[in-house]
């Protein structure tokens, strides 16, 4: 078995010189998510990701726009969990909320009327992992986004090999478990997995690993008709990413979406492209958005 290595930190780390950068920020969130902090909440994922790696603007205190859009939260204990969300309960009314849940999480949306640059603050609660930060992100499919900020400790946790990745602008996987269809059968969580590939390089700027590259190879050579239909929904079910959903805005092969990503690489060779799908359309692009799953707030890909 192999051990996946997740780093901590604590504030004054000398390896996360900006972790006061961090805090600050933090500090500065709205009022909504301070309120959780008596409940050790566990921030994962693309928020903590973007305090640690994206670019700064204005007083330092604001992360440029477009590196996230919720915030992911994770509990150590059932406890903590069910604490929370009676706390964001009593937002609903106060705040102008809604709410949504599914049997593996719990998505918060608040109108912000007075913010121009987040006009709803969106939380999603994970029901389905409680534990450890290590554990938690473990179950993360990149390397690169399996970064865990918890604010009351100020510990901040990584996988080792994460900075590296941003550095050399490489997306990697970690445990992409969505993208392993059983037999034949391509599911909703194999095609959300394909267009996560293509979400976080598109956001960051990274190109695929070779890693990355073999595996959309492997399931290229099996699965080479793999197509997303406009209008059509696409929710993901189990695991950490369970109720994030996607809309299809127009009918398309995947791989001629994709093939951009994977023409560009390093390691690419017009010998990979086993069925024609990705070289006639390497002009076609594709984004993918992560989004409540509420239905009226679908965004497209």
């Known amino acids: ?41 566990i921030y994962a994922g693309g928020y ?10 204005s007083s330092q205190l604001k992360i440029q726009t477009g590196y996230y859009h919720d915030y992911d939260i994770y509990f150590p204990t059932q406890e903590d969990l069910t604490g929370a969300t ?17 049997d593996n999480a719990i998505t918060y949306k608040f109108n912000q009327p007075t913010s121009t640059e987040f006009p709803y603050l969106a939380i999603q609660i994970i029901k389905r992992v409680v534990g450890r930060p290590k554990d938690i992100l473990s179950s993360f499919d990149f390397k690169n986004c399996a ?10 946790y990584l996988h080792k090999e994460a900075p590296k990745l941003h550095l050399d602008k490489k997306l990697d996987v970690l445990n992409p478990w969505m993208i392993y269809p059983p037999e034949d059968t391509i599911t909703d969580n194999a095609i959300i997995q394909l267009m996560r590939f293509k979400k976080y390089c598109l956001r960051w700027g990274y190109s695929l690993s070779e890693q990355s590259l073999n595996l959309l190879l ?6 080479p008709d793999i197509a997303i239909h406009q209008n059509q929904g ?17 009918n398309q092969n995947l791989w001629s979406a994709m093939a951009p990503l994977l023409t560009a690489n390093e390691h690419w060779s017009d010998n990979f492209d086993y069925h024609g799908k990705i070289l006639p359309s390497s002009g076609n692009s594709m984004y993918a958005e992560t989004i409540p799953p509420t239905g009226e707030n679908d965004e497209p890909f």
Not at 218 to 223: D, G, S
């Open 48 to 57: 903590p990701m973007s305090l640690v790696f994206a670019p700064r603007i």
């Open 86 to 102: 009676s706390k964001l309960d009593t937002h609903l009314n106060t705040a102008n909320g809604n709410r949504y849940e599914t």
């Open 147 to 156: 970064i865990g900020f918890l604010p009351n400790s100020r510990e901040l």
């Open 1 to 41: 078995m192999v051990k996946i290595m997740i780093l901590s930190f604590t504030e004054g780390s000398k390896a996360i010189p900006h972790f006061q950068n961090i805090v600050d920020i933090h500090s500065s969130l709205p009022p909504i998510l301070q309120s959780l902090s008596e409940y050790n909440p």
């Open 218 to 223: 492997r399931v290229y050579k099996e699965f």
């Open 234 to 250: 696409y929710t993901a079910t189990g695991g950490p990413y369970s109720g994030i959903r996607f809309i299809g805005t127009i």
